[in-house]
């Protein structure tokens, strides 16, 4: 950690100077010039360097009575002798762009590698504040919402009392440091008292989590709060399904009180995919926090815990407290039996999602490329292209010889069958 | 830049399956195999012994497609074998094949080795046939059948060595003195059919994950390239000391970055070293050809795209042309091959074209 200065910042990148045909970036614009003029600009007959593609182009008419068609180690899509390039100079600007987001979105991705390896904060150089400084230059619409929903969290918490206390150090020991909020806020609170509470349910819930619920939901969660005010009436006996909003986010942090909120996806269809899934369209537009939450626990969580999630709303029972899982059953079924199966393909879809987010991290830092899909054009481990090729139709060849062996090898066959009544005929000649 | 290339007039009809020039310096002649059942001559010289944009001398039909071609003692001598089992001997001259045995599946490759007078075909019946065209006194020695534990994908020689890149990713590398021997006392001891047991010099895994496609041995006999249909090719050396093996690698090629951000991975069809420098092109899939620095692990120049797969690839005796075959590609999940382009290019390389940069 004594490194004060990890790489260069974005603005640093983006101003280096770089090669129009081979995407290579350069510290200085003189050694981009030679490097062009000797990758680029050369003469393959005489070795001599020309300063632009059209320079070569003349020099080889001229020189060695030559036509040059495209400019040498160039990228497939840059070797037209069209476009005039001098050192940085003549690059259009829909290249540029490209360039420049590219070098940007990179620079990002590396960034985020860097979060989910070391779970350091995100400033990148020794200055204050690296993602968000860089990411408005993309998208600052959305950045813009999401910062809102971060405070918007933050203040809720805020309000939610004593309980965002422990929130926030838990939250902090994820990769995904400070801005973890609301899930981690709400969930703060059952894991303290859940364990323990678990089988005494009404009185800890009713007295001490039910007020602060209902004022913080209101803001982030506005569905939240009138369902959880119907549920608690309804289903009295059973209070812990009327926190039904906090089992999901516990779920990341602690297993015991998972189960017991088993029965919870009933009640809430539409809000239970918002906070484990990060990419659901249908999330409303009035739940921005949510769209920035997500893709935090994107690098933290770790598959696992969307398969426990699952398992969760899957309402299979967790050996420590059977009781409270028969409970949940028994009220999915009564209530909404149908509701709960959508739920589960919801849920599913969005574990499957975290499953596939998953891995990503892991393959990242051990090497960038890597973490590209990969396609293979053939991928046949066993049979080459040729024998694929020559078992087609119109390639076929079944050579004369096999008909002539094949006859010579039946007789031979058949006389095995007949040996016998051969060998009594012809015993009498031995 | 380019360098001067050409296409050769009347090319075959369908795809190449292999393409060879004549290792005699002094001869500018390609032989070509093609899935049409054909085997084409062209020669680049014109009447005087120029050589220019080359013309097509010859053509032989065979009954089934060819698969693979290569000159022997002299650039009149050819070599084929194809899909009807048989390997076969042209004499160009005279226009005569003659059938020099037969395997028990086609047949993917044939070599000459000038050093040793002996061909050998590998075939997809998992044994190597090894021939001794001047067998001397008994014209009609059969060949000494060499089982081998995979079906054979590429062979390649050097003065001394033979080296048999198979399925599974099993690499042999025979002796040829050795395997000279065995199959000349093979032809005296046994009269017919006579397989051989020939132990490998070596037995190597191939050091690439995927399927070998290609293998070419240096011209100084010092090691072999490998490619897989993985984008990929590997270097490595004969010497088996911890030192020379320390020193093999492999590295990615052929590979294209689509839109969607998918890495499109293409198979590497051809490997070809150049006779002078020591460097060597490798073809893909993708219808790019490049020039390598095995040594210091460079690329010295990637060509502009082909319209089509790199079918092979081949360097004159002189090394002062590269020949290139261009074919569609058998592509994952296809019943056919796709239509395409089928020709052949030929680059007149400048003096210093293939030649290896210093080390970095």
Known sequence: MGKKRRGPTLDELLARPWCYYCERDFDDLKILISHQKAKHFKCERCGRRLNTAGGLSVHMSQVHKEQLTEVDNALPNRVGLDVEIFGMEGLPDDVLQAHQQRVATQFQQAEAERQAVTGNPPSGGGSGGGQPAKKPKLEQPSDLKKRLAEHKAKRAEMLAGGSSGEATPVGAGQPAPTPTPTPAGYSQTPPAAAPASQYPYPQPYGGAAAPPFQQTASPGYQAFSPASGKQTPVAAPYPPSGYSPQPFPAGVSGQPPAPGYGATPPPFPQQQPTPTDANLPSRPGSLPSASGLPQRPAFGAPPVNAQQMQQMHMGHPIPPTPTTA????????????????????????AAKDAAAKGPEPSEKPAKKEKSKLMRMIFSDETTSPEEKMAQLPRYAFVPDRTAPTALGELPGAVVVGTIRESDTVVDPTH | MSSNQFTVASPPADAISALKFSPDPNSARIAVSSWDKNVYL??????????????????????????????????????????????????????????????????????????????????????????????????????????????????????????VAMASRALHIYDLKALALLSAQADETAAGGNRVEVEPWQRRESSLKFMTRSVACMPDDAGYASSSIEGRVAVEWFDPSPESQARKYAFKCHRQTSEDNVDVVYPVNALAFHPVHGTFASGGGDGVVALWDGITKRRIRQYQKYPSSIAAVAFSGTGRHLAI??????????????????????RELGETEAKGKGAK
């Open chain 1, 326 to 349: 028969g409970h949940a059953n028994g009220d999915t079924s009564k209530e909404t039996g149908q509701v709960s199966s959508s739920v589960d393909d919801l849920i599913s879809g």
């Open chain 2, 42 to 163: 062209y020669d680049l010289r014109d009447e005087n012994g120029i050589v220019g944009e080359g013309k097509l001398l010859q053509k032989f039909e065979h009954r089934a497609p060819v698969l693979d071609v290569c000159f022997g003692k002299t650039e009149n001598e050819i070599y084929t074998a194809g899909l009807d089992w048989d390997v076969r001997k042209i004499d160009v001259n005279t226009s005569t094949q003659t059938v020099l045995s037969s395997h028990e599946a086609g047949v993917r490759n044939v070599v000459y080795s000038l050093e040793h007078n002996l061909i050998i075909s590998g075939s997809w019946d998992s044994t190597l046939h090894v021939h001794r065209p001047d067998a001397g006194a008994n014209p009609d020695s059969l060949p000494t059948i060499v089982p081998l534990p995979s079906k054979p994908f590429s062979l390649s020689l050097t003065a001394t060595k033979l080296v």
């Open chain 2, 325 to 346: 075959a261009i074919s569609p590609g058998f592509e994952d999940g296809k019943d056919d091959v796709p239509e395409g382009i089928v020709k052949i290019f030929v």
